[in-house]
């Protein structure tokens, strides 16, 4: 135990946090998804630094930068939720276009009748 916190390792995972948050917002997800093992790692690394000394020895300017990138790590999680929400939303409309579409025509006494195989609209002519 050195005695001392060690704030590069909270610093690598606040530059980790806001490439992901830049990425994230300029619509770039995927990319910020690419970025989970090295924010798991950092985390742990600040995890192990924080235990790694009492909490009263942390300065109070270490402890902020702390909240600071726990605030980060939240409002990013927040985005996640969001493009989630978004994407599944998404599918749901897409799926329900597709099951609610009907390509048919009608009997001769006014019944529908389904092509089975056809998707998309028709237009009914007289």
């Given at each position: 135990?050195?005695?001392?916190?060690?704030?590069?390792?909270?610093?690598?995972?606040?530059?980790i946090?806001?490439?992901?948050?830049?990425?994230?917002v300029?619509?770039?997800?995927?990319?910020?998804?690419?970025?989970?093992?090295?924010?798991?790692?950092?985390?742990?690394?600040v995890?192990?630094?924080?235990?790694?000394?009492?909490?009263?020895?942390?300065?109070?300017?270490?402890?902020?930068?702390?909240?600071?990138?726990?605030?980060?790590?939240?409002?990013?999680?927040?985005?996640?939720?969001?493009?989630?929400?978004?994407?599944?939303?998404?599918?749901?409309?897409?799926?329900?276009?597709?099951?609610?579409?009907?390509?048919?025509?009608?009997?001769?006494h006014?019944?529908?009748?389904?092509?089975?195989?056809?998707?998309?609209?028709?237009?009914?002519?007289?």
């Amino acid at each position: 135990m050195s005695g001392r916190f060690d704030l590069e390792t909270l610093t690598r995972l606040r530059d980790i946090l806001v490439t992901e948050r830049e990425l994230i917002v300029t619509g770039r997800a995927r990319e910020a998804a690419g970025l989970i093992r090295d924010k798991a790692s950092a985390m742990e690394a600040v995890e192990a630094a924080v235990n790694a000394v009492p909490a009263a020895a942390i300065p109070a300017p270490e402890r902020r930068e702390i909240e600071n990138v726990i605030q980060l790590a939240r409002e990013n999680a927040v985005y996640f939720e969001a493009i989630r929400n978004g994407l599944r939303s998404a599918i749901t409309r897409l799926e329900s276009m597709h099951a609610n579409a009907y390509v048919g025509s009608y009997g001769a006494h006014g019944q529908q009748l389904a092509f089975p195989q056809a998707t998309g609209a028709y237009r009914k002519k007289a």
